[in-house]
């Protein structure tokens, strides 16, 4: 299987700023990567697919890159409302694996 | 509105067996796939498998196969995943998800999730 690695495991950041997670695969996925937030006793949500497309209703201070093994989610202004442990996905290979996440918490 | 509604948490002893469902509405429940995802503290997420709602057709996580089984009954848009023999190890919060899938664009993606029901295995 597909091994992803996030980094870092917890991020700490204040109300406005740049964000940036990272995701990196164990071989090369090709964009095949998804990004996912999950907050505190709620299901996993969808925000980025194919490493760059944001989901429907998503706030555009969302964004995603990345090629190869090595991608990136940033929040561009970081809300409160943020806070939140983001996934990874990779779906290049069956089964689709995710990473361990990254909470990101308020300073 | 696209919604998921699981079944309740279950409490069952080891070697038992599960069934948790997964009722789908406000689309098309032939149209998109539903994908199972197991999560644990330990181990994360997990992608158990996914059922072809239209057809039936199952794949599985080779993890899951003989542990988690896959069906479904188009006629109440309701999706099941019966686990079985189970162990401590197989306590966790499982998923169902909406699974989208397009070959020509690349996208395999899960844009719906279940509110989660938690399986604790114990004696």
């Known amino acids: 299987d597909i091994q992803m690695t996030q980094s870092p495991s917890l991020l700490s950041a204040s109300v406005g700023d740049r964000v940036t997670l990272s995701c990196k695969a164990s071989?090369?996925?090709?964009?095949?990567l998804n990004w996912y937030q999950q907050k505190l006793g709620e299901a996993p949500k969808l925000l980025i697919y194919y490493t760059n497309s944001l989901q429907t209703g998503i706030p555009s201070r969302f964004s995603g890159s990345g090629s190869g093994t090595d991608y990136t989610l940033t929040i561009s202004s970081l809300q409160p409302e943020d806070v939140a442990t983001y996934f990874c996905q990779q779906y290049n290979s069956w089964p689709g694996t995710f990473g361990a996440g990254t909470k990101l918490e308020l300073k | 509105q696209v919604q998921l509604q699981q079944s309740g948490a279950e409490l069952a002893k080891p070697g038992s067996s599960v069934k948790i469902s997964c009722k789908a509405s406000?689309?098309?429940?032939?149209?998109?796939?539903i994908s199972w995802i197991k999560q644990t503290t330990g181990q994360g997420l997990e992608y158990i498998g996914y059922i072809n709602t239209g057809s039936g057709g199952t794949n599985y996580n080779e993890k899951f196969k003989g542990k988690a089984t896959l069906t479904v009954d188009k006629s109440s848009s309701t999706a099941f995943m019966q686990l079985s023999s189970l162990t401590p190890d197989d306590s966790a919060v499982y998923y169902c998800?909406?699974?989208?899938?397009?070959?020509?664009?690349?996208?395999?993606?899960?844009?719906?999730w279940g509110p989660g029901t938690m399986v604790t295995v114990s004696s």
């Open positions: 406000g689309y098309t429940f032939t149209s998109y796939y």
């Open positions: 998800a909406r699974n989208y899938y397009s070959g020509e664009r690349g996208y395999w993606y899960f844009d719906f």
């Open positions: 071989q090369n996925i090709y964009k095949y």
